[in-house]
Every structure is written in structure tokens, then in C-alpha cells.
């Protein structure tokens, strides 16, 4: 079993930054790609950002230049820096982790909130 434990998420005004954490936690197990989605109210969650064990990332057209998805193997934990943040990135951001211990799991984050006030 992995556990996978959010921070950083919060209220900033429009134009601020904030930077999420994601970490996970269990035994025996390794990480093939972590992420980001997120959810805002009425809406479909969507992938943000994603990062692969390799390096590579990929990021949503509307976060492009202003989010950075980064990883630090050594702890299990995947950040997000974002920047420049609008009133349209308020939303429950969720982290994900694709791991494998003999086969891949898939597992999510509880969630934390981002509220970008105009």
C-alpha cells in the first residue's frame, strides 16, 4: 500500500505563487510517474502535470510557462511550482502516482484546495 500526502495549497491573489507538495510513502515499491490534476467545482478532473521516473514532463496547455513539475526521487516527492496564478486555476488539486511493486498500481492524494482571488 502506498500513501500519497499533499501539501502547500492555500488562498493567493491573482498574479501570486504557490507550491504544492506531494508525498509518497509505503515499502517496496518504485515510481514509474507522478502528477497533477485537478478539479474545480462543476467541472471533470484534468490532468495538469505530469512527471515520468526518466525526467519527462507534460503539462496542460493552460499551464504552460507558469506551473513547473519537478520530483526528488531520493524522497518520493513531486512538486508543483505555480506562477502567475489566475482566478481560473482555483480547484482541488489531486497528486497520482503510477508505482510498481511486481505490478502497477495506481493511486491518488486526498486533495488539497488552491483558491486564486481576483
Known amino acids: 500500500q502506498v500513501q500519497l500526502v499533499e501539501s502547500g495549497g492555500g488562498l493567493v491573489q491573482a498574479g501570486g505563487s504557490l507550491r504544492l507538495s506531494c508525498a509518497a510513502s509505503?515499502?517496496?515499491?518504485?515510481?514509474?510517474?507522478m502528477g497533477w490534476y485537478r478539479q474545480a467545482p462543476g467541472k471533470q478532473r484534468e490532468l495538469v502535470a505530469s512527471?515520468?521516473?526518466?525526467?519527462?514532463?507534460n503539462y496542460a496547455d493552460s499551464v504552460k510557462g507558469r506551473f513547473t513539475i519537478s520530483r526528488d526521487s531520493s524522497k518520493n516527492t513531486v512538486y508543483l511550482q505555480m506562477n502567475s496564478l489566475k482566478p481560473e486555476d482555483t480547484a482541488v488539486y489531486y497528486c497520482?502516482?503510477?508505482?510498481?511493486?511486481?505490478?502497477?498500481?495506481?493511486?491518488w492524494g486526498q486533495g488539497t484546495q488552491v483558491t486564486v482571488s481576483s
Open positions: 497520482d502516482a503510477y508505482v510498481t511493486n511486481t505490478v502497477i498500481y495506481h493511486y
Open positions: 509505503g515499502r517496496g515499491f518504485s515510481i514509474n510517474a
Open positions: 512527471i515520468t521516473s526518466g525526467g519527462s514532463t
